[in-house]
């Protein structure tokens, strides 16, 4: 597509609950990352894939996060149990390559747990 | 790991110019910038990649000083527009990773 893609737009979770967000990334974009960001912060980095490889999952918080792309193009990321702390906006972003070109955002997923 | 920025905040009239500066504690290899508007993803405004590298665009222009470890973000004759927070990401040298700065919140005003 013309641009990075997500859904839902927002999310209201009740605490405990498992969620799924999708990432559509440019088509033909290789690398694709998950940040979290939190009200007033910066992006944190999450996990980075290239293609279907999950090349780096360090920023994950706890085993509770999990991310896959399994035909290297769109991914989830899923959260189990999901605790009031989970609350942030969720980011995708593409690139042709690795970190050597600008990200693409998407719009990101606003999640909300009560 | 993750850079500075500096001012955290900063209010301008239009046609002001304004810098914001990003300062790692680690060697970089490239470092990127990025405006933030409220409730908006994050747009990509350019990529120096050379140390001393300077880049830009319309009125907004970034140098990269590799031995000092820091970059620096121009903007002149601010517009309206502009207003929003700015982020650097650094890349650093040796390690496939990436940090997004601390943010500088920018408002323009008439």
């Known amino acids: 597509g013309a641009g990075v893609s997500q859904s839902p737009r927002y999310k209201v979770a009740k605490r405990g609950q498992d969620v799924a967000l999708r990432c559509d990334p440019i088509?033909?974009?290789?690398?694709l990352f998950w940040y979290q960001q939190a009200l007033g912060q910066g992006p944190e980095f999450l996990t980075y894939f290239q293609n279907e490889a999950q090349l780096d999952k360090s920023g994950l918080p706890s085993d509770r996060f999990f991310a896959e792309r399994p035909e290297g193009s769109v991914s989830t990321l899923k959260i189990q149990r999901t605790q009031q702390e989970d609350s942030a906006v969720y980011l995708c972003a593409s690139t042709k390559g690795g970190y050597k070109f600008g990200y693409t955002f998407g719009s990101g997923t606003r999640l909300t747990v009560v | 790991q993750q850079p500075v920025q500096s001012p955290q905040a900063v209010i301008l009239r239009e046609g002001e110019d304004a810098v914001i500066n990003c300062s790692s504690s680690k060697a970089l290899y490239s470092v990127h910038w990025y405006r933030q508007k409220h409730g908006e993803a994050p747009v990509f405004l350019m990529i120096l990649l050379k140390g001393g590298e300077q880049k830009g665009h319309d009125k907004i222009s970034a140098s990269f000083n590799e031995k000092k470890q820091q970059s620096s973000l121009y903007l002149t004759a601010s517009q309206l527009s502009y207003s929003g927070t700015y982020f650097c990401g650094t890349e650093l040298r040796g390690g496939n990773q990436f940090y997004f700065g601390t943010g500088t919140s920018l408002t323009v005003i008439p």
């Open positions: 088509s033909g974009h290789v690398s």
